[in-house]
């Protein structure tokens, strides 16, 4: 409607105008929300570590928003059956809870978000979608460059170590032998320092580039700590 028809509109009728009000009100609600759910998909950490630690909780919900599952401290509950997150086979915990990396034994629990929808976190769980709500603060969203960088780079075959951040670039010889963190992302280049808590690197492996990601989407082996 350009500027001259809405005045029109005003003279002629100010309950029409204010149905179209709400019309335009409720379009530009949904573009909003439509924006926040595509700004919520990438990776979604579970601090088991405190969960455990200090017998906190986190609640997995069907689409339904009915319960699911949940972890209080090292307690999963799924439908009335409680398992024990450290003496409970890992198998038969991930029959209820298989994400993309769950090692409770470990500390680690890892889901990939494909959004929100309300107040919840859309993950997920065993080949299908369940929910997790936003409002628990033992939660943490990461957006997948995000992901990359609070990871560990598994350096080495298909994201060798490079002098610089291009294909053609000298790969440095050794450094399968090494620990490196995440440093910074450029493009589709991670920029990687040698972890010297696990062991000092040879001076010409302190640091170098691994390709990430390319065309297919993320190609560099990701592992986990807490």
């Given at each position: 409607?350009?500027?001259?028809?809405?005045?029109?509109?005003?003279?002629?009728?100010?309950?029409?105008?204010?149905?179209?009000?709400?019309?335009?009100?409720?379009?530009?609600?949904?573009?909003?929300?439509?924006k926040?759910?595509?700004?919520?998909?990438?990776?979604?950490?579970?601090?088991?570590?405190?969960?455990?630690?200090?017998?906190?909780?986190?609640?997995?919900?069907?689409?339904?928003?009915?319960?699911?599952?949940?972890?209080?401290?090292?307690?999963?509950?799924?439908?009335?059956?409680?398992?024990?997150?450290?003496e409970?086979?890992?198998d038969?915990?991930?029959?209820?809870?298989?994400?993309?990396?769950?090692?409770p034994?470990y500390?680690?629990?890892?889901?990939?978000?494909?959004?929100?929808?309300?107040?919840?976190?859309k993950?997920?769980?065993?080949g299908?979608?369940?929910?997790?709500?936003?409002?628990?603060?033992?939660v943490?969203?990461?957006?997948?460059?995000?992901?990359?960088l609070?990871?560990?780079?598994?350096?080495?075959?298909?994201?060798?170590?490079?002098?610089?951040?291009?294909?053609?670039?000298?790969?440095?010889?050794?450094?399968?032998?090494?620990?490196?963190?995440?440093?910074?992302i450029?493009?589709?280049w991670?920029?990687?320092?040698?972890?010297?808590?696990?062991?000092e690197?040879?001076?010409?492996?302190?640091?170098?580039?691994?390709?990430?990601?390319?065309s297919t989407?993320?190609?560099?082996?990701?592992a986990?700590?807490?």
């Amino acid at each position: 409607m350009d500027f001259k028809a809405l005045s029109i509109a005003i003279i002629l009728s100010f309950a029409a105008c204010s149905g179209s009000n709400n019309s335009d009100k409720t379009i530009e609600a949904s573009v909003k929300e439509e924006k926040t759910e595509n700004e919520y998909v990438g990776y979604l950490r579970v601090d088991l570590d405190m969960i455990m630690l200090y017998s906190k909780s986190v609640s997995i919900h069907n689409l339904d928003k009915s319960i699911y599952a949940e972890i209080t401290g090292d307690t999963l509950s799924v439908n009335g059956v409680k398992y024990n997150l450290i003496e409970d086979r890992r198998d038969i915990l991930k029959r209820h809870i298989d994400s993309y990396s769950f090692y409770p034994d470990y500390k680690v629990f890892i889901l990939e978000c494909d959004g929100v929808v309300s107040d919840f976190y859309k993950v997920r769980v065993k080949g299908g979608y369940k929910f997790i709500p936003i409002d628990n603060k033992h939660v943490k969203f990461e957006t997948l460059e995000d992901f990359v960088l609070s990871s560990i780079p598994d350096v080495g075959n298909p994201s060798p170590l490079r002098k610089e951040p291009n294909d053609d670039s000298e790969i440095l010889i050794g450094h399968e032998e090494f620990v490196y963190k995440s440093d910074k992302i450029q493009g589709d280049w991670l920029h990687v320092v040698c972890d010297i808590e696990y062991l000092e690197c040879s001076p010409n492996l302190e640091s170098g580039w691994v390709k990430w990601r390319d065309s297919t989407g993320l190609i560099l082996r990701l592992a986990q700590t807490y």
